[in-house]
Each structure stands twice: as structure tokens, then as C-alpha cells.
């Protein structure tokens, strides 16, 4: 049987390390890092996303402001509090929950953000130095992969790995970052052929799909590593891509849903703040 990967006690431990540094730091240069959220309209998803990013932030000794702002914002608006937030010496990380209200373009507000301040990793500039392997900050779920991979042990360099998804949020990042470590990776989507043939050739499966039961035990090669970023609410229960019960008998590590990369998520933008904090005032 494989091993579970528990994001949950991974981010628990990388938190604690977290908070260490932030009390170092403030010993340092008298400062905390300080995320602003900016949310717009009153999605519970989004809502309990952000409240969920506060409480880690403040737990790990780091400040926390969230900017709630009314549905019917002005696009004009919402750029001109990131202009803000921007010149706010103050403030050290600037996260725009998504999705925004249909009126305003997304794009241009991950464009407003200053990329030095861009805790999500989502700014052009940032994808683009991530490309390039040059340093960057790189998206929080991808990022709590690769935490997640590396505290197997396993050798990444050389290995096999497929990801399933192609989203800018976590499917390409994925690949980028997994290349980056040296792995041959393959990236499947809605048109792939033959996905069962793939995954059977891959050491690592990532899956990204949002779709639960797109991997099943006979796409899985024995001593495989699933990494289950898919989140999917079947019979009002939590499940991801991946059917984990047969799979991780199967699998040499396996991420559960809940409790696996989900925490790593905002384990992973916790560290981002630390680090646009430190290339802010270092
Ligand atoms: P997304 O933007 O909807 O992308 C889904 C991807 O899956 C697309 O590239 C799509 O292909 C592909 N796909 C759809 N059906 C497929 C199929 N039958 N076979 C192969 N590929 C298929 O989703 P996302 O934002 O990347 O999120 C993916 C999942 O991860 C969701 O369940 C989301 O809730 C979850 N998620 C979790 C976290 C976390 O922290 N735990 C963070 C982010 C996302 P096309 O491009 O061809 O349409």
C-alpha cells in the first residue's frame, strides 16, 4: 500500500518554519510582511478562501488586511485600490481573490499588480521569469506540489511525469516547475488521446481536472506517484480526481482530498509573502 502524502502535516511543520522566520524578521527590520486581499462581491467559495488565508497569515505572526469590496465595483476602482496598494510601502504581498465579476477583466488586473508584490505568481512577468528559470514567484498550488514531491524523497530528476489539466493557475506551472526539476513531463487535456496509455507510462500523475474519477486504478503504473489536485464535492462528499481508494494500494505516494494539497496551497502563499517581503526591503 502506498504512502499518504498529508499536505495537512507537511503545512503544518513549513508554517511553524514560516512563523520562525517572520519573528526573525521582524527582529531584523522592525517589520512583518503584510498581505492585502482584495475581494470583490461575496462568493462563500472565495469568502472562505480568504478568511482561510488571514487566519494563516496571522498565525504565522504576519499581518493580514482584507480589502471586501461590493460586486458592482468599477473595474476602474478596483485598479485604481491595486495603484494603491501598490505604492504602499507598507504592504508587501497584493492578492486579487478570483474569479472577479463578469464586468471586470481579469487580465488586466493581474497585469496592475506590481509583480514584485504578485504573492500569486499569476503576473506576466512572473510566468515569464518562471519560463525562463529565472527566480520569480512562482503560483501557490504548483509550488505545494513540488514541497509535497520533494518531502517524499524520492529522486525527481529524470522521472516520468504527466499532468493532467492545462489551467495558467496549475496545470502549466506544474510542468514548468516539474521540468525545472529535472523531470520529461507531458501535459493532457480534454482533447488528449489515449490518456490511459500515458499515465501508464508516467512515474508522477499529476491530476487537475476538477472531474472526480479521471484517473482510475488501471491508468496507473505500479509504484506510481499521484499528486490529486482536483476538488469535486460528490454525494456532498469531498473527493478529487483520483480514485483514491484503489489507487493507493497501487501507488508508492499518494495525496489524499482532503487534507493534501489544499493546505499546501496556502502554505505556499505564505512563503511567497515572505520572500516578496524580503526582495522588497532586503
Ligand atoms: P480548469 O481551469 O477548469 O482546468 C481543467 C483542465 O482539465 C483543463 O485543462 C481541461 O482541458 C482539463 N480536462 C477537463 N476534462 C478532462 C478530461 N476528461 N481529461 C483530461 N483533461 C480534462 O481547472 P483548474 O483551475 O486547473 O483546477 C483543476 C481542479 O483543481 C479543480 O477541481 C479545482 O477546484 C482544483 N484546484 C485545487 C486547488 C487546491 O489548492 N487544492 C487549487 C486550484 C485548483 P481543456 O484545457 O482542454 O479544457
Redesign the pocket.
Given at each position: 500500500m502506498g504512502e499518504i502524502i498529508s499536505g495537512k502535516k507537511l503545512s503544518k511543520e513549513i508554517r511553524e518554519q514560516v512563523r520562525l522566520e517572520v519573528e526573525a524578521l521582524k527582529v531584523t527590520y522592525n517589520a512583518v510582511p503584510h498581505l492585502a486581499v482584495v475581494l470583490v462581491g461575496s462568493d462563500p467559495a472565495s469568502e472562505s478562501y480568504v478568511k482561510a488565508k488571514e487566519r494563516a497569515c496571522i498565525k504565522a505572526g504576519m499581518k493580514s488586511t482584507i480589502i471586501l469590496k461590493d460586486e458592482s465595483l468599477e473595474e476602474a476602482e478596483l485598479l485604481s485600490i491595486i495603484d494603491k496598494l501598490n505604492k504602499d510601502e507598507g504592504v508587501h504581498g497584493v492578492l486579487v481573490q478570483l474569479p472577479l465579476p463578469k464586468h471586470i477583466d481579469e487580465n488586466k488586473v493581474i497585469d496592475a499588480i506590481d509583480f514584485k508584490k504578485d504573492v500569486d505568481g499569476f503576473h506576466p512577468l512572473n510566468i515569464a521569469y518562471m519560463h525562463m528559470g529565472r527566480e520569480a514567484i512562482y503560483p501557490?498550488?504548483p509550488s505545494?506540489i513540488i514541497t509535497m514531491l520533494k518531502s517524499t524523497g524520492i529522486e525527481l530528476k529524470g522521472k516520468d511525469a504527466i499532468i493532467?489539466?492545462?489551467?495558467?493557475?496549475?496545470?502549466k506551472p506544474a510542468a514548468m516547475l516539474l521540468m525545472k526539476e529535472h523531470c520529461t513531463v507531458q501535459i493532457?487535456?480534454?482533447?488528449?488521446l489515449n490518456?490511459k496509455e500515458k499515465c501508464l507510462q508516467a512515474d508522477i500523475i499529476v491530476?487537475?481536472?476538477?472531474?472526480a474519477n479521471?484517473v482510475t486504478e488501471d491508468m496507473v503504473k505500479e509504484g506510481a506517484v499521484i499528486i490529486d489536485?482536483?476538488?469535486?464535492r460528490v454525494d456532498g462528499k469531498l473527493v478529487?480526481?483520483v480514485d483514491f481508494d484503489a489507487i493507493k494500494e497501487k501507488a508508492s505516494f499518494i495525496t489524499p482530498?482532503p487534507g493534501?494539497?489544499?493546505?499546501?496551497?496556502?502554505t505556499s502563499l505564505l512563503q511567497n509573502t515572505v520572500k516578496t517581503f524580503k526582495g522588497l526591503v532586503e
Open positions: 501557490a498550488t505545494g493532467i489539466g492545462r489551467s495558467n493557475i496549475v496545470g493532457a487535456h480534454s482533447r488528449t490518456l491530476a487537475a481536472v476538477g472531474r479521471t489536485v482536483g476538488v469535486n478529487g480526481d482530498v493534501g494539497v489544499g493546505p499546501m496551497t496556502i
